[in-house]
Every structure is written in structure tokens, then in C-alpha cells.
């Protein structure tokens, strides 16, 4: 049976803590739905458990950007594969920080150093729903995967900004992501 709270309480926090992966829905009034799997130690739940951070980094696509461009709404899933099932899900509003804005220099602290940081997004929590997860399998893990991480670095900043400009400026649906 689905539970719906008002913020992350403290044991959801370290639920989420916990977890490897989580997974990012966002949709524009028209055009695709997306949902993106994240990983990597790339979120944190904010001081009084209704504001979440994430940082996104440079991938094939931005099409989250570009969705909270055109409709900020934005949920949040997290599954237990190991330990007592659990399907947590945040509902919010989003605002994302480029490199430009001086929210981003102050919220990338918040984070390691991640080659081919993109954006932080902000999620301001409307509710917070748990359900059961029992159909959810237990599922071993084994390591992160860092291919990403090598491809950034080697790529270097202005080949980074250069990709950006062409890969991520624009949505697969051909919505500004404002990356620019």
C-alpha cells in the first residue's frame, strides 16, 4: 500500500543514501517522456528533507534540461535491490544551475569532483510516496562504471563545451536546453 509524506524523513535519507541508482522522469507539455537512470555519488537530499540536489553530467542528450525548460516537474525514483523492499518516489519542481549561475558554484561543493559536470538540478519536494517493492529482485553491486568518467577527462573542458553545443543543446523532440 502507497504512503504519501510531506518530506524525506530521516530514514528515507538514509534509504537514499544507501542506494546506487535512482532514476529521473521529466515530460514536456508535448513531445517524448523521459526517464534517465543516474548513478555515481551524484545526489543529496538537502537540510530539512524537502529539497533534493542532483548533479547532472554530460551524456548523449539533455533532455531533462529541456523538459524543466518547458514544465519543471520532475519525479524522482529510488528501488531497494538488496534488504528490506521499498520503492521510494520524490515529487517536485525543478530549477537547474549551469556553470554560468552563482547557485552552481555554491551547490557543486556539495559534490565530489566529477569530470564533465554538466548542471546541478534542484528539486523543491511537493510529496514523497512509498509503496512496497515486493516484485522489485534483489540484485547484487558489483562496481561503478567509469567510462564516463574517463571519456570526460579525457576530452578535456573545450571539447567538452564543443560536444555540449552540438549534442546537448537541443532536445531529442528539438527543445532549447539553454545549455548555451
Request: neutral net charge; charged residues 25%.
Amino acid at each position: 500500500m502507497a504512503t504519501f509524506f510531506t518530506e524525506i524523513s530521516p530514514e528515507l535519507k538514509t534509504f537514499i543514501e544507501a542506494q546506487k541508482v535512482f532514476f529521473v522522469a521529466t515530460a514536456a507539455t508535448e513531445g517524448r517522456i523521459n526517464l534517465s537512470p543516474k548513478g555515481l555519488d551524484t545526489f543529496r537530499v538537502m537540510e530539512g528533507g524537502n529539497k533534493v540536489l542532483w548533479l547532472n553530467l554530460t551524456g548523449s542528450g539533455n533532455e531533462t534540461a529541456a523538459h524543466i525548460l518547458k514544465n519543471n516537474r520532475m519525479t524522482v525514483m529510488f528501488c531497494a535491490f538488496e534488504g528490506k523492499p521499498l520503492i521510494l518516489r520524490l515529487y517536485g519542481h525543478a530549477k537547474i544551475y549551469h556553470e554560468r549561475d552563482s547557485e552552481f558554484h555554491y551547490l557543486i561543493n556539495l559534490f565530489p569532483k566529477i569530470a564533465g559536470t554538466r548542471q546541478v538540478i534542484e528539486m523543491t519536494i511537493d510529496s514523497v510516496q512509498t509503496s512496497c517493492g515486493y516484485a522489485v529482485p534483489f540484485m547484487d553491486f558489483k562496481e561503478e562504471r567509469l567510462q564516463l568518467n574517463s571519456w570526460a577527462e579525457k576530452q578535456g573542458e573545450e571539447r567538452l563545451k564543443n560536444y555540449r553545443k552540438e549534442k546537448n543543446s537541443k532536445s531529442i523532440d528539438g527543445f532549447e536546453t539553454n545549455i548555451i
